[in-house]
Nanobody, 124 residues
Framework: QVQLVESGGGLVQAGGSLRLSCAAS????????MGWFRQAPGKEREFVAG????????VYADSVKDRFTISRDNAQNTVYLQMNSLNPEDTAVYYC?????????????????WGQGTEVTVSS
């Protein structure tokens, strides 16, 4: 089993920054890839960024590329999402996701485990 706990969400002004954290536990094989999704009220959950744990390979959604950075700390079993130049369109609940070895899918169904989410609100 894999457990994922997100933290770091909050209220920030447009143009500001936040760093989200996802603490992971469980079998390493079951979390060979990690990612972040987000879901705004009334909208579908969408892919934000993903990272392969072993290689560090990253993939980003076009909407956040060059603004967000996903990274991992192997010693702490933690994945981060550094969010810069935030705008109100980034407002959503952000979810950490994990899956076994495979492609960094942009589809919700392509991931096996989910955290409970942390809310990010960006004011105008």
């Amino acid at each position: 089993q894999v457990q994922l706990v997100e933290s770091g969400g909050g209220l920030v002004q447009a143009g500001g920054s936040l760093r989200l954290s996802c603490a992971a536990s469980g079998r390493t094989f079951s979390r060979s890839r990690m990612g972040w999704f987000r879901q705004a009220p009334g909208k579908e959950r969408e892919f934000v960024a993903g990272i392969a744990w072993s290689s560090g390979l990253t993939v980003y959604a076009d909407s956040v590329k060059d603004r967000f950075t996903i990274s991992r700390d192997n010693a702490q079993n933690t994945v981060y999402l550094q969010m810069n130049s935030l705008n109100p369109e980034d407002t959503a609940v952000y979810y950490c996701a994990a899956g076994s070895l495979g492609v960094l899918s942009r589809r919700v169904a392509g991931w096996d485990y989910w955290g409970q989410g942390t809310e990010v609100t960006v004011s105008s």
